[in-house]
Nanobody
Framework: QVQLVDAGGGLVQPGGSLRLSCQAS????????MGWFRQAPGKEREFVAS????????YYADSVKGRFTISRDNARNTSYLQMNSLKPEDTAYYYC???????????????????WGQGTQVTVSS
């Protein structure tokens, strides 16, 4: 079992930046996909970004491509989501997630992920 703790959210003005972190403990696998999702009030939880723990492959939602960057520090078992040029529509609760059971599913679908962080609020507002 993998435990995830995400942090780093806050209030930022439009155009600003934040970096979210996801600390993993327990069993981790270098090939296991992990991802970031977000959920705004009244909306479905949506895919933001994903990467294997090795970082060889990364995937982004079109809405964040070019502004967000997913990365990881294997020595610290930590993944990061660097968010630049933030917009009010990026306001949401952000969750990190990991797939811990093989065969791994689609990195785009929240249903593929079986371990979740508790979430961290990101608010973009002037």
């Amino acid at each position: 079992q993998v435990q995830l703790v995400d942090a780093g959210g806050g209030l930022v003005q439009p155009g600003g930046s934040l970096r979210l972190s996801c600390q993993a403990s327990g069993r981790t696998f270098t090939s296991a996909p992990m991802g970031w999702f977000r959920q705004a009030p009244g909306k479905e939880r949506e895919f933001v970004a994903s990467a294997t723990w090795s970082g060889d492959n990364t995937y982004y939602a079109d809405s964040v491509k070019g502004r967000f960057t997913i990365s990881r520090d294997n020595a610290r078992n930590t993944s990061y989501l660097q968010m630049n040029s933030l917009k009010p529509e990026d306001t949401a609760y952000y969750y990190c997630a990991a797939q811990t059971r093989r065969p791994y599913g689609s990195v785009w679908s929240r249903l593929s992920y079986d371990s979740w962080g508790q979430g961290t609020q990101v608010t973009v507002s002037s």
